[in-house]
């Protein structure tokens, strides 16, 4: 109960921060009731009925897609940064989104996701009674991550009048670029690997081709890669607004940006990523317990002889 008191706490003062900083007050604002708009609908309600919340795959991507939306619609000026940024969360957002409601028509989620079953086991462990409570808290800490730090790049960015893109800046967007392509071909080759797995009858093998071969999750990686490029960007109008704010909350919304990169990361690799698929991976295919020896889990690197 500690734990969840103290994460609802971290995403309050979040929020609270980006509404009583005059520039970003707007902006996060009207992002939370958006977010809780989606959230509630989508994911929020119908857990409460089924026990079942594997439709936050669709929620929370389309929230992120909300925020890039929203970036058009409040950003003190369009320029080429704002552009930009309103541009790649829109585009991660309508991704992931889309094949979640993919998976969802095709019945996927009248069964539990794996990763969401696992859930039951951490609640399980640390004494949680009520499955219809805890269901609700993990709903409510992604739209409220949404609402807050994961939106805090984009929104301080919305703050930023410069027509000219600084070095940093044109660095990061090129970081982006670069991740959003290669978590893009590491889908491609898993997508591909898992339906030849399926045509020849081979449910167990292991997918070690492409990008696969030097992580066993280079999707992952690569999808935290892009939000290390949105954070990089966001700097430089976070460091603009010391004319218009404080010196301290200057330095705290750096600080959030950096909860941003360490909360994707925990999500990707602890929460709902790698944990959980490898927990399920290791006793569908006997032979993952091999490969979890010789490749890394999450950055890509050279592979380890046994």
Known sequence: MKQRITTY????????????????????????????AIFIPVVAIPAWRTGRMSSVDIAWPLGLAAIGIQT??????????????????????????????RMWRRGEFDHELPRYVYQRRRWE????RSERVSLQFEISVQALANATFLAMPAILISTNHST????????????????????SLSDLQKSRFAAAAIAS?????????GLWRYSRHPNYFFQWTQWVALTIL?????????????????????LGLGLAVYL????????????????????????????????NRFVPGRRRSI
Not at 14 to 34: D, M, R, S, V
Not at 164 to 183: D, S, T
Not at 234 to 254: E, M
């Open 72 to 101: 058009f619609i409040f950003a003190e000026s369009l320029t080429p940064l704002t552009i930009t940024v309103g541009a790649c969360y829109t585009v991660i957002g309508a991704r992931m989104g889309i094949w979640g409601i």
């Open 234 to 254: 966001a700097v430089p109008s976070a460091v603009a607004l010391h004319d218009r704010v404080s010196v301290a909350q200057v330095a705290l919304f750096i």
């Open 264 to 295: 994707m990361y925990n999500t990707l690799v602890v929460y709902t990523g790698a944990v959980p698929a490898e927990y399920y991976s290791v006793r569908k295919r006997p032979a993952y317990a091999e490969y979890q020896k010789t490749v």
């Open 201 to 209: 009858d081979n449910r167990t093998s292991i997918c070690d081709v």
């Open 125 to 128: 462990r640390a004494g949680f």
């Open 9 to 36: 706490a971290l995403f309050a003062a979040g929020w609270i921060l980006l509404l009583t900083a005059a520039p970003t007050a707007h902006f996060a604002a009207w992002n939370l009731l958006i977010q809780l």
């Open 164 to 183: 000219r893109l600084a070095a940093v800046e044109c660095l990061a967007i090129l970081l982006w670029l670069i991740a959003y392509g290669l978590e």
